[in-house]
């Protein structure tokens, strides 16, 4: 029930606060009186309760020092918070209480305020008296006592809840007090119990440690072991020579054999053969690269001045030559050099991978030895600490026996209240009242909203989808009169002007040459009689074709035009058995043009497509303006799914007070299920009357309007 109610509490605009205003006016006296008559009985209840006193104490929780050691701290390791809450549990527990029922002077104490406390009549009638007793006080201390630890700390805050002040100040001291004579008690019990066990263990971990000793010096004798640290270490570091010796020459074998490929892809080509790295930063080649490149330069000068047959330029010519054949020569040299480097390169990494095992066979040995003699070892040094450790704690649980203090430290001692923390009259009384309006005003709000009709326009706002058109309830239509062509007949009433406002909104958000296609949820929501006045009202202005597209059930157009041939519709236009001209007919005295249903009856989606629909819906747009399509209701059929995907824009039909929520929002989501979407929505049928919420918005008398202005 409550999910289906917030869920309708969704729908609603929460801007349009006189909505509320009015329905807290509507309900204003059964409201009053709801929440005057329970705020009135918690009042009463209020002033007839008990008093009830609290008394609180700040404590802090020490630790331990680290020289005072317990079985405690031998055993585990406990943080901060598992500290603080153990000591919470132990202060709740049912030990620390019976310290305080064991004193006789305590419980005298406890009957003695008891019996001063005075009961009001209502509280007397009603409760039985109680019998003041041990057991009666236990229960009352462990009930209405209480810790609460302040976050990231060791501080404890501790409350005691009773109807005399006294009594829960004398309660919360007895309850510190308690807890630290039990603290005290229980640590010298498990210091005694400490040493006791802790010395038959010092006499078990003596014989363990010699007869480790033993086992490690026969496993030493019988493998002749010294220590082997320094000798693992040398050997792992000859490893890591090797393995960096060979990485360093396997880099450089691939240099060599990546130069000796670019070599013989050269096929003794200068050019290429000094494009090789290796080769063109020798130092020798660079040299005569830089003669070659000086004596070039030389060349060019000479032949400015002389021909090619004068002396000094045959002269520079045969330097140039003479420096090639040098550098061909230099370069097959460095080449032998590069296949013999190669040779020995792969000689030093054969060698070097097995030094490498030889080596690395003589760490693992080592390693094995190592690793039995490490078990033996392990084991004396194991049994020495304990040893030692034990030996330090019965020395150190000697000296705690006799300096045992409770780790509780108060910072605020138990206060004395002054006044009552509850119950709390008046305080209660203005609670009651607001909280009973509001819940009352729930429920109205609950009941108003939670219909199965639409009845507002905010009720689908949610939807985000555009309102483009408001239509009045008509209640009363003049005879002679139809509300199918209302905007017709009826030019001046507030529905013909509401199609106006319609038709506005309209030609402001949507385009021109389009297709409107105008469905509902159900029938008799509206749509029909929307689409053709829209269309109306349209033609006054455009070109406009009116398309009735519902072909099973058709609409009264059928039967309201008498027309003076044979009908003939869409049915026939989609089946193929007319031409698209003999279907359209003039509406009397209008420019609008109709292609009503035909006379054929059959399942649209089983025998079109809606690429074909499309295709007829862009040629109508060719020829007219505005194309308005009267469709069936999306529930009981498809043919509307098929026609929502082939026209451009879909307009749904709400009818106030009429058209179920349900039914609406499944229509809108099968619809966006074939890929289409609703463009716009239009609220049909609304109450704009004076008593109405809506009056002031959309009520308007436009025939006095008019008739000024004539």
Do not use: C
């Not at 309006?437 to 326009?457: A, D, H, Q």
């Amino acid at each position: 029930m409550f999910d289906k109610f917030f869920n309708t509490w969704d729908f609603f605009a929460l801007e349009d606060f006189r909505y509320f205003l009015l329905l807290a006016k509507k309900n204003f006296k059964n409201l009053t009186i709801s929440t005057l008559i329970v705020s009135l009985l918690v009042l009463f209840i209020s002033l007839n309760l008990e008093e009830k006193f609290r008394s609180k104490a700040t404590l802090v929780i020490s630790p331990d020092e680290s020289n005072l050691v317990n079985i405690d701290e031998a055993y585990s390791i406990e943080n901060i918070q598992n500290r603080v809450n153990n000591q919470i549990a132990i202060l709740k527990s049912e030990e620390v209480i019976e310290y305080i029922i064991k004193d006789n002077e305590n419980v005298l104490e406890f009957e003695k305020l008891y019996s001063s406390i005075k009961v009001n009549p209502i509280t007397r009638v009603f409760k039985k008296k109680k019998n003041i007793n041990n057991d009666y006080i236990k229960t009352v201390l462990k009930n209405n006592f209480t810790v609460s630890n302040l976050p990231r700390s060791d501080v404890l805050v501790l409350s005691f809840v009773s109807n005399n002040a006294k009594i829960s100040q004398l309660a919360l001291k007895n309850i510190i007090d308690s807890y630290q004579r039990y603290e005290v008690d229980t640590k010298i019990q498990i210091t005694n119990y400490a040493n006791s066990k802790i010395s038959e263990r010092l006499k078990e971990l003596a014989l363990q440690m010699q007869e480790g000793e033993k086992k490690l010096a026969a496993y030493k004798k019988e493998n002749k072991l010294v220590d082997t640290g320094n000798v693992k270490q040398l050997k792992i570091k000859e490893i890591q020579s090797i393995s960096n010796n060979i990485l360093e020459s396997k880099n450089k074998k691939q240099q060599q054999e990546s130069d000796l490929i670019a070599i013989k892809a050269a096929n003794g080509d200068v050019d290429i053969l000094l494009s090789i790295k290796d080769l063109n930063g020798r130092t020798e080649i660079s040299n005569i690269k830089n003669n070659l490149s000086a004596n070039e330069n030389n060349i060019q000068s000479l032949l400015l001045i002389y021909t090619t047959k004068h002396p000094k330029v045959k002269q520079a010519y045969e330097v140039k030559k003479s420096l090639k054949n040098q550098l061909k020569k230099i370069l097959g040299e460095v080449i032998e050099k590069k296949v013999f480097e190669l040779s020995n390169l792969n000689n030093f990494m054969n060698m070097s991978k097995t030094n490498l095992e030889n080596v690395t066979e003589e760490l693992r040995i080592i390693e094995e030895k190592e690793a039995g003699m490490l078990i033996f070892q392990r084991e004396v040094e194991s049994s020495r600490k304990l040893y030692e450790t034990f030996l330090q704690r019965v020395k150190e649980t000697n000296e705690a026996q006799n300096l045992q203090v409770s780790k509780l430290k108060i910072i605020e001692t138990p206060s004395l209240p002054s006044s009552a923390f509850a119950p709390k009259p008046y305080k209660n009384f203005i609670s009651a009242l607001i909280v009973s309006f509001l819940f009352f005003y729930g429920l109205v709000t609950y009941r108003e909203m939670n219909t199965s009709v639409i009845k507002t326009p905010e009720a689908i706002e949610h939807m985000k989808i555009p309102q483009v058109g408001v239509l009045p309830k008509v209640n009363n239509i003049k005879k002679g009169y139809h509300i199918l062509q209302m905007f017709l007949e009826d030019n001046e009433s507030n529905f013909s002007e509401a199609i106006r406002s319609s038709r506005a909104i309209i030609e402001s958000k949507f385009e021109k040459n389009n297709s409107f296609l105008v469905t509902s949820s159900n029938p008799s929501e509206g749509k029909t009689s929307y689409a053709f006045n829209l269309a109306l009202s349209l033609e006054k202005s455009y070109k406009v074709l009116f398309l009735e597209a519902d072909i099973r059930r058709p609409s009264v157009l059928n039967s309201f035009y008498k027309f003076d041939k044979e009908i003939l519709g869409l049915g026939e236009i989609i089946s193929g058995t007319v031409e698209l001209n003999s279907t359209i007919f003039k509406v009397p005295g209008t420019n609008l043009d109709i292609i009503t249903s035909g006379a054929k009856r059959f399942d649209m989606s089983d025998v079109v497509s809606k690429d074909q629909l499309k295709k007829f819906f862009d040629i109508l747009k060719l020829e007219y303006d505005y194309l308005i399509i009267d469709s069936p209701p999306v529930q009981p059929v498809s043919d509307t799914l098929i026609l929502t995907q082939s026209v451009d824009y879909n307009l749904f039909i709400v009818r106030s007070d009429h058209s179920r929520l349900l039914s609406f929002m499944s229509s809108v989501k099968k619809v966006q299920n074939v890929g289409a979407k609703i463009d716009g929505i239009i609220i049909n049928d609304l109450d704009t009357s004076k008593d109405s919420y809506y009056y002031n918005y959309y009520n308007y008398d436009y025939s006095s309007y008019y008739s000024k202005n004539t």
